[in-house]
């Protein structure tokens, strides 16, 4: 019932910010919680962050606080992750996932690649 659609990546340097978009098709969004996993090249996939569907509630890897933000337009039908002050170490292929409860997720985007040079 979702289709999510991730956009925003690229190549920055160190310390530099992105924001990643996540474009969800799809009925009842605002009823669907949200995250943002990663996954670099030889490591099992990452919880990034999480928000509830009203985006009152958020969560994070504690490695994660005070650099990324997670948000939501539900009347775009979006969520965001705003990545502040990042690292070499983040550098991975960013997806998103929806569900109708916290864990697990039914339905997952594509992923976009982020990379931050050294």
């Known amino acids: 019932q979702v289709q999510l659609v991730e956009s925003g990546g690229g190549l920055v340097q160190a310390g530099g910010s992105l924001r990643l978009s996540c474009a969800a098709s799809?009925?009842?969004?605002?009823?669907?919680?949200m995250a943002w996993f990663r996954q670099a090249p030889g490591k099992e996939r990452e919880f990034v962050a999480h928000?509830?569907?009203?985006?009152?509630?958020?969560a994070y890897v504690d490695s994660m606080k005070g650099r990324f933000t997670i948000s939501r337009d539900n009347a775009k039908s979006t969520v965001y992750l705003q990545m502040n002050n990042l690292k070499p170490e983040d550098t991975a292929v960013y997806s998103c996932?929806?569900?109708?409860?916290?864990?697990?997720?039914?339905?997952w985007g594509q992923g976009t690649q982020v990379t931050v040079s050294s």
């Open positions: 928000i509830s569907p009203s985006g009152a509630s958020t």
């Open positions: 996932a929806a569900g109708l409860t916290q864990y697990p997720y039914d339905y």
């Open positions: 799809g009925r009842a969004f605002s009823r669907y919680y």
